[in-house]
């Protein structure tokens, strides 16, 4: 199947993307740029700094005003092209903030982009007027600790928080697996009507789907617990039995979501860490 990569689609009424060509195993077929706006534009998640995909983006822009380039965090497959789009439309980069991670040692994380540098940074509830509507930052801390949604009218864009083909990674020391749970719950109060996600499909029923994530990272949890409960466990031995079958491209990942809920469980004094074994406290008071 050959994946409309560099073209403009039209989704709805104000609402186009196009897709960037960098597909991978967290990526599905890539990043998906998305056009908010008709007689001008907000440009959200602008992609890798591939010159293809800048181009299809200007192409699509088609010398409308870009009232803003948006980030809803700076892993390294959304914000790079937002400064060279910029240089090319002249825009300001508003949205998440940056990132600092350290570039080497435990805290080193080659996922994240260094270099971004925004003009303004959009607080939890803050907004900007793009095409005579507001476009307002929704504050998600989780996948990243600087991630936002935007929401656009009865839409949402939900950058990596919600995807539509997978569920999210949660790596720590960034990640955090309550957070995130957290910023689930938060989207389940808002009513949205769509979602649309950096990677995968529109989510046509996002309560639905939000609550099924939600009840999928549950399942893992108490999975993780049950497993360290009857005895110490690493890791890598909590994967191999919690994701039978896994993609080995997907085992790193795994690991990190694991370890994740880990901190979560010794946070809640549910289980306790000795080297590189965990293990239950038998302490199970969850409310
Ligand atoms: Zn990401």
Partial sequence: MEAPYEK????????????????????????????????????????????GHIDAIVEAIGGRPVVAIMCTHTHRDHSPAAAPLAKRTGASIVGCAPLALETVG????????????????????????????????????????NHLCFAWGDALFTGDHVMGWSTTVVVPPDGDMAAYIRSLGKLRKRGDRI?????????KKPEQYVRHLVGHRM?????????????????????????????PRLIAAAGGSVYAHLLDLERRGLVVQNGEQWTGTGSDSRS
Wanted: net charge negative; glycine share 10%.
């Fill in 106 to 145: 435990p805290r080193a994380d080659a996922s994240f982009d260094g270099d971004y540098s925004p003009d303004r940074i959009l607080g939890d509830g803050e907004s900007i007027r793009v095409d005579g509507r507001e476009l307002t930052a929704v504050a998600t801390p989780g996948h990243t600790s």
């Fill in 195 to 203: 979602y649309f996600p950096a990677h995968g499909p529109p989510v």
């Fill in 8 to 51: 403009l689609e039209e989704l709805e009424p104000g609402i186009a993307r196009v897709l960037a060509h960098n597909p991978s195993a967290f990526t599905y077929y890539g990043t998906q740029t998305y056009l908010a706006g008709i007689d001008e534009v907000a440009v959200i998640d602008p992609g890798p700094d591939d010159s």
């Fill in 219 to 247: 399942q893992r949890e108490r999975q993780i617990l049950n497993l360290v409960d009857r005895r110490p466990r690493a890791i890598p031995d909590i994967v191999a039995n919690a994701y039978p079958g896994l993609d």
